[in-house]
């Protein structure tokens, strides 16, 4: 029992002992198409802790894999090397959504890295991917429209926004501080004005909602 306990007290020296950051690439993410698929590959090392979860923002949109770890290119690979992840995305419906890629450690609160990509997806079953700099907003809910099943959010960055939910998704309490997912477009008007694809409250960072509400 104590050299058990001493092996775990070791493992989590090295897990703790490395930085995140050291193992993803400059560039964000890999995408691929080609006849056997969509895939988007990202780099990770397990030997850290850090493992890489997909989140979906809008359901029945597109259908993704868990990301899976790709065999190494040589045959006696290095211990704690980084390793390539590959998930698939398949097309369902026309329509848009955001898969949410997310690098963290299962038993910690904080995300070292996370990346919202955008996928359309055409009458034709046709995909296009685009990187959604600065997502998700943070904002703060100042008031609550019901009628339009809307809210008028406030941020540090952007002011006050109008921000519209789709009529199945709940709305956020007053005084609530939320992060907004969106397409990234903003209708010039005044109040600016945003049509919400998903949101999740600050804390606790888990999703709230990530995935269409069940029927």
């Not at 020296?13 to 690439?25: H, K, Q």
């Not at 055409?122 to 429209?145: K, N, R, S, Y």
């Not at 199945?168 to 945003?194: H, T, Y």
Request: aromatic share 6%; net charge negative; no cysteine.
């Amino acid at each position: 029992m104590q050299n058990l306990m001493m092996l775990m007290m070791a493992l989590m020296m090295l897990f703790t002992s490395v930085s995140a950051e050291d193992v993803i690439p400059e560039e964000p993410f890999t995408l691929i198409q080609n006849e056997e698929g969509t895939f988007i590959e990202v780099t990770g090392n397990p030997s850290t802790g850090y493992i890489w979860t997909v989140f979906t923002i809008v359901g029945d949109i597109v259908e993704v894999t868990d990301p899976e770890a790709l065999p190494a290119d040589t045959e006696e690979s290095l211990a704690g090397a980084p390793v390539t992840y590959r998930l698939q995305v398949t097309a369902l419906q026309e329509g848009e959504t955001i898969l949410v890629l997310r690098y963290m450690r299962p038993w910690e609160m904080d995300i070292q890295k996370e990346l919202p990509i955008l996928v359309n997806v055409d009458a034709e079953g046709q995909m296009f991917f685009m990187l959604l700099e600065g997502m998700p907003m943070e904002m703060t809910a100042v008031e609550i429209m019901e009628a339009d099943h809307a809210a008028l959010m406030e941020s540090e960055n952007l002011g006050q926004v109008i921000a519209t939910f789709p009529a199945d998704m709940p709305l956020p309490g007053v005084g609530e501080q939320v992060k907004i997912w969106s397409n990234g477009v903003m209708a010039l008007s005044f109040p600016g004005r945003i049509n919400v694809l998903g949101w999740e409250t600050v804390a606790p960072p888990q999703a709230r909602l990530m995935d269409a509400p069940a029927e």
